[in-house]
Nanobody, 128 residues
Framework: VQLQASGGGLVQAGGSLTLSCVVTGRDFVYSAMGWFRQAPGKEREFVAG????????DYADSVKGRFTISRDSAASTVALQMNSLKPEDTALYYC??????????????????????WGQGTQVTVSS
């Protein structure tokens, strides 16, 4: 499984960006997906997660109501729509994947230790 993230850039506060992560390999339909971010000097933190089935999602409190995660199984892609961006959203954003068993199809994973595969990161910079 390989993950390729894109869509980062420089945006003014209040603006929007959409990140995209393409997953190659046959395991996307069996995978729960997540987005994490890491700012300089800080730990990598959970941003959003979506279940293997796509029926459930979860968000960090800091982004609830502003970010939306979605998945497109036909395109093997997970997206993160980010609205009302703030300077504190500035970070390197990573997509992550893990296989979820059939009995965990609706489970959402929010710990970085729970993910097996990681993309290379895409930079988001929000200016004030």
């Amino acid at each position: 499984v390989q993950l390729q993230a894109s869509g980062g850039g420089l945006v003014q506060a209040g603006g929007s960006l959409t990140l995209s992560c393409v997953v190659t390999g046959r395991d996307f339909v069996y995978s729960a997906m997540g987005w994490f971010r890491q700012a300089p000097g800080k730990e990598r933190e959970f941003v959003a997660g979506i279940s293997r089935s796509g029926s459930g999602s979860d968000y960090a409190d800091s982004v609830k109501g502003r970010f939306t995660i979605s998945r497109d199984s036909a395109a093997s892609t997970v997206a993160l729509q980010m609205n009302s961006l703030k300077p504190e959203d500035t970070a390197l954003y990573y997509c992550a994947a893990r296989i979820a068993a059939n009995n965990a199809r609706t489970r959402i994973y929010n710990q970085k230790s729970e993910y097996y595969y990681w993309g290379q990161g895409t930079q988001v910079t929000v200016s004030s």
